[in-house]
């Protein structure tokens, strides 16, 4: 586990998009905390390191459950916080981590943690007292241990 502190929302759209600019298609990004921890804005970031142009909104997609963007690898956003286990489960929306062809970032995460892909990145993002953040990534396979290395190298 790595841990990162972001002082401000640009600090969490640039560590998004640095991700977002060395994940390949098929990898899936469970990001995690409470309410207001700036999921939808690390999303943002990982949008704009896959291509989608700086002109789209990318907005939480609490109701739609699932957004898709298309850039230099297909983005997938999803936010699961309406839905339990179960309720995922018969959604059909696990077919985004089996297509393969996007990068699939889930908001919420934990709420569907045993139905999520064995091999992924998990980010626990937590509220610092000074309007920050702290980003906890864990890598979940060897490919995605390298992406946090190289992250860790080039943050500073």
């Not at 396979?141 to 190298?153: F, H, K, N, P, S």
């Amino acid at each position: 586990m790595a841990t990162l502190v972001l002082g401000s929302e640009q600090e969490t759209r640039r560590l998004g998009r640095m991700l977002g600019e060395g994940l390949p298609g098929g990898s899936v990004v469970a990001l995690m905390g409470e309410l207001g921890a700036g999921k939808t804005c690390l999303a943002q970031g990982l949008a704009l390191g896959l291509g989608v142009g700086e002109e789209v909104v990318v907005a939480s997609p609490t109701f739609t459950l699932a957004n898709e963007y298309p850039g230099r690898v297909p983005f997938f956003h999803l936010d699961v916080y309406r839905l339990d286990g179960e309720a995922f489960a018969e959604s059909g929306l696990d077919e985004y981590f089996t297509q393969g062809r996007g990068v699939t970032a889930v908001e919420w995460a934990e709420k569907i943690e045993s139905l999520l892909p064995e091999e992924r990145l998990d980010i626990r993002l937590t509220p610092t007292p000074d309007g920050g953040r702290r980003a906890e990534l864990t890598a979940r396979g060897v490919a995605y241990e390298a992406l946090i290395q190289d992250i860790l190298d080039r943050w500073g």
